[in-house]
């Protein structure tokens, strides 16, 4: 579905499409921003929560076709499931930043490729209270390490406007430590280190817009 809304995009815009190149000291602005709420009843067997993540992304041309950048991000979510007689609240919140690099290469008619490697870091921390029973509480705090490439393709709507898409860390490798904590229960430490791809289906591809400010 994606697909074909990425490659019906492009037939569109390419009615009005004016030629642009990412130059020295080009600005490249991007990110994500996503909220939902669902909320299900009655209160008595139903659930419900929210979820609100914020990704921006700023890069800048070093050379032509190549761009280094940072970007930031933060998720925050709440839930509650089950009724009055038996009900758990879930929260979780994640800060995190990273770095990266991206090349382009020209492939003509208004057309590039891309690959984008990065390194980033988050912090998180889950909480999760038994309402009934509070000695099952639990809370996790930890960190991920991790380092991706993605590989792309973008498409020059204008000369500062860029429609893309790609496979979102293709190849990524993260190492992940976590802490567990809770009454009545002995406390808990995990370490892992794992490698993998987004080959394997097409959760990982991914349709955006990125907004190029170039010198002038």
Known sequence: MKKKFYLFSVCLVSFFATRAQINKGAILLGGNLNFSTNNIKPDSLGSGGNIINIAPSLGKAIRENEVVGIGLIYTHSDSKVGGQINSFNFSSNAFGASVFMRRYRNLGKHFYIF?????????????????????????????????????????????????????????????????????????????????????????????????LINPA
Do not use: C, W
């Open 115 to 211: 690959g984008q490697g990065g390194f980033g870091g988050d912090y998180l921390e889950d909480n999760s209270h038994d309402n009934n029973q509070p000695e099952n509480s639990r809370s996790d705090k930890g960190f991920n390490l991790n380092f991706g490439f993605y590989p792309g393709i973008s498409y020059e709507i204008n000369n500062k406007i860029q429609l893309e898409t790609g496979f979102n860390n293709l190849l990524e490798m993260q190492f992940s430590h976590n802490k567990t904590t809770g009454s009545g229960m002995a406390n808990s430490t995990q370490n892992q280190f794992s490698f993998s791809s987004s080959l394997s289906n097409f959760s990982g591809l991914t349709v955006g817009i990125r907004f």
